[in-house]
């Protein structure tokens, strides 16, 4: 067994990563350190882990990296940077949940810290040369040599598997893609504010941060390295009374000659040594992914506008944060892709 | 005070019209028709409904047309088209809910009912011509005057109020215009089928009719005739667990020289006697409109991409549906355009 | 017009006031005052009376008693003690949302500070013998001589309608009720802290303070009152993923020779006079009473076990908290019962 | 690997075994039959299932028992009367998810039927005696040795598991125990009709069956075994917006001498050869056991009455059905109790 260390573990990422890796046939949690809740067990901070990990959790102070052979940050924006140089020294392959390793370049990040509203220093700029953008969809070779990964934003996991094979394959005819995405309240995390609370979601439903969502960022960067042009994406994104769950919609225009069946064939081809995207020919929803490391992906083509609708949908704790991540430490080990991985969506 | 006849009582429709005219100063409801629960008390059948209206529903047969002023048709689609004409022709002012007349020409009819399905052949066109498309916020003079109204879908009102001051304006440069409509349940109406039922909604999210939804073509009607050229709309509707709420966003793209607060402007303007409509500089949520007939219109433009985004929220059985309803029938019996729509948003 | 203070105007207890006093036919607010948000005008805090209200929120130093008639209280526990005094003084009716004045003994008030966690130490004792118990089913001519009335606990409102008529006709043959309350999560207040964030509250029933919530003492007050001798409740009250309502279960032991038709004639005739409480013989629900002053009860008699069965509902937001405190004022000021109060239940 | 039937595979019973059997790692799906969505692959009828189970399902006529070990019959009432004789003759073990097995004489299950609506005729009496009702927590010896079990409501195993100890031990004082139920809407089933429609459960708590609901009969019966002596259950059930999960609150008279720590102790010794029961002290909530077997249970004794409070959870789909199932299905096929059955709670 490879020896897990969980920073940030009494998060919601932190808890899909000890759900995950509980069950997981070859990584085992060696520590979880939180600065929140540190000196509870966490099946006391989540009770419904009682039995299934009654681990305690540490303070920061008291992070061992003895025998740690991989390294989950669930940590919140910069705090990664100053954590990851002193463990990939000692060895240990390092996922970061944050902005803080998305970027290759100093600029990029800076775009995104200005979006998020953040320092836009970055304190550890030599590391993001090496660092690699944690979509095994994409980039699984630089991932099984990687030893720092930047797992992807929630949303932009989604946009991203619902427009790539477009964009790789050449049939996408624009500059500008156009993409709404709808989320679950998970998706701010446990601790999200007073925005969140049950009366101001339940039964509401609203758009934020129209068009400067951070996760922009790093999907365009990531398409237009595919598409080996400079893409934009306009991206709304909107907040509706779920848990868990994205839908993305995605329309951008395509070639001459396209029809659904080919799209639909195309995509499947991209596809096909990707375990965890499904090609649908039918509207999905997001109760068909909830708990699972699933992405679905509906694409169509609109014969009459001579536009692809493609609509795209995943648990944004699974595919969207922790599953993702685990996918990357499979790669990174040496396991199977799916290991630990193969949950049954959760229905109804 | 005027008397209203309404059919099709006992549907969502059917409830709203209650709910609004129990409490109108000048409109009275005088019988309560519909094929469903007919022989029973209607607050028997919605038992909310005690003390406040507790008129039998009558079954079609025992409809009775004398010292009727207004008929609201909460009716499937294809009754009106055979119920219109004999009211009119008694003096009687006809509100219908359906697609029946919500289209100027035959050609129209047969493109939405292909799009729902249904029989493409109008049984009454020579009705077609007088009648006037239920949106006061454009068609208000035209209303004043008519017998008879198609009041329009709940997704089309809230799309077309949001795009409808660009595209008149001359400040949309596209022909195509993309909009994704996020719909509580309450929508697909009060005894909608098993795809409806609680477990199946409930933490789901998912998209329909991609492209091909019915109320696409009313709206691409209107927008095309505020323009003066032809537009298309490409709409994705999708639906949340949300009992009520229609959260519309759509993308055009603006002519140069055009920001933000010039949009703004323009929207204020254009809206400035439409007493329903409110244009914000912030996200709208549907909490801020539910149980009211109000439309909250945010629009602003990206100027990275030079297009504009808006975001439109309605409650869809109030704007988007009784209110919308009543709204006209205020306007056909020269009663002030807001009597009996004063309600406060409901909140939480 | 009538001229009311709203003190605490930004939670839920003073929205509720806003919304009913916006439009009240005798009442109007002449001022806001809250700690939380002063400086703003309510209409910000709350967007959804945009145009309904738009009255600044001013800070507890600029209140002004001048012209005013009656004040509310919609402050925490502890706040109203000290007003209260000034204000009654001055010649200015007060009602009370706390616990502060439901209690006409320092011993009562120190039972139910206890249970709150509070300090149990009564900063204006002499005040507690002329206040008001403010249940009108109860106490209407009380409160119509009173100058200070303490709005009654949204459980206890529903506890107490439920069981009043059995124990007041002497039918009730036990010394120990027994209730299971259910609510919404807006009964936590605006601001109720992350214990209620959505993600925690969205899928989750559970309990809490099982046998020891504060709301038992007034309960049990009242009973024992009315009974003519000491009762006691056992109440366990429980949280479910709704925004609004409270529906109670209550079992208690009913003198030989009663059945359901019996109970339900006594119900009845005991509230004839209660204009919001409904006698029902069928299972109601709290979607019936939504947005009302309704209180809905179902009183049936098992047979098997010789126990009385009685199911109540409210909105706690209205019979049990703004709604049930503007029918005070309304007996206060000698209006009808009624006025301003008779909203058509919300549904769906 | 043992091979199982599963008879009625499309209803919500039927996709819990499903969900459990294809991780199963003693069990295996030999066939799936029903009548509805018959001739369609499972992953068609509830598409999550796609990859993970694509067996067809097959019409009645079709079923084969060749190579079975175990059945489960997760049909209606009044099916597996008829079916559950000719699979034991051909030494198959059965499980059924209705109430025609959970009674040892026709007059049991006449009063069940009665309650139930349904023809108070067994027509496989000979198959009663022999019947063991499956409750493992209580009767795992008689499930080891049993050809037909049948498998309890979930309403009864919660509320059995709650009261069980005290009745058992000798501590309950009382012939009438009060219990209050609470449940989400898969407990009505995957076609549950149109009371179950999401706008009329969404926002709505409602109890029914007030004291006579058809689960009475069975948790009567084996408290009163457990007993000794013959007891009454006085049960309101009521419904709340939640897809999953079962709380009950249970009250009871105590004797004299115990108090919280002695009846914690009491339960804790009683269950602890019951892997799936936790005696907690704390709250406990639905969403702490959702979408795994476990039941929770919080005794606690209010001193003020001499009532002993139990609050119990469990989701109903799981230890309120099919987890509870394939316990006994485990125990009878001579595996660990809890193979196949260590989900870890799905949250948030």
Do not use: W
């Amino acid at each position: 067994m490879k020896q897990a260390l969980v920073v940030g573990a009494t998060g919601f990422g932190g808890l899909g990563l000890i759900e995950i890796l509980t069950r997981h046939p070859h990584i085992a949690i060696k520590q979880l350190v939180a600065r929140r809740d540190a000196g509870r067990p966490i099946s006391e901070v989540f009770p419904h882990l009682k039995g299934v990990c009654d681990l305690m959790v540490d303070p920061a102070e008291e992070m061992k990296t003895d025998g740690i052979d991989i390294a989950f940050l669930s940590t919140p924006d910069r705090v990664g940077m100053s954590l990851a140089g002193t463990l990939i020294d000692q060895g240990i392959a390092v996922i970061d949940f944050s902005g803080d390793f998305r970027f290759r370049s100093e600029e990029e990040y800076a775009a995104y810290a200005r979006n998020r509203g953040l320092d836009e220093h970055h304190t550890s700029p030599h590391l993001l040369k090496e660092a690699v953008y944690g979509l095994p969809e994409k980039n699984a070779d630089s991932i099984r040599r990687a030893r720092l990964v930047g797992n992807p934003g929630c949303f932009a996991i989604c946009m991203i598997l619902g427009i790539l094979p477009a964009v790789s394959e050449g049939i996408c005819a624009t500059d500008t893609i156009i993409c709404v995405g709808t989320t679950g309240v998970s998706g701010a995390g446990k601790n999200s504010g007073e925005a969140n609370l049950y009366p101001q979601r339940h039964e509401n439903v609203n758009t934020y941060r129209e068009g400067t969502h951070q996760h922009t960022v790093e999907v365009e960067n990531i398409l237009s390295q595919a598409a080996g042009r400079s893409l934009k994406v306009l991206f709304v994104p909107q907040i509706v009374p779920l848990n868990r769950g994205i839908l993305i919609v995605s329309y951008l225009d395509i070639v001459s000659g396209m029809d659904t069946p080919k799209v639909l064939e195309l995509y499947r081809r991209f596809y096909s040594a990707s375990p965890f995207v499904m090609i649908v020919d039918r509207s999905p929803g997001t109760a068909e992914v909830r708990g699972s490391n699933r992405c679905l992906v509906r694409p169509l083509v609109d014969a009459r506008t001579g536009k692809c609708i493609v609509v795209s949908v995943i648990d944004n704790l699974m595919k969207g944060q922790a599953g993702n991540a685990v996918q990357n430490a499979n790669i990174i080990l040496s396991f199977p892709e799916t290991a630990g991985l193969e949950h049954t969506p959760f229905y109804p």
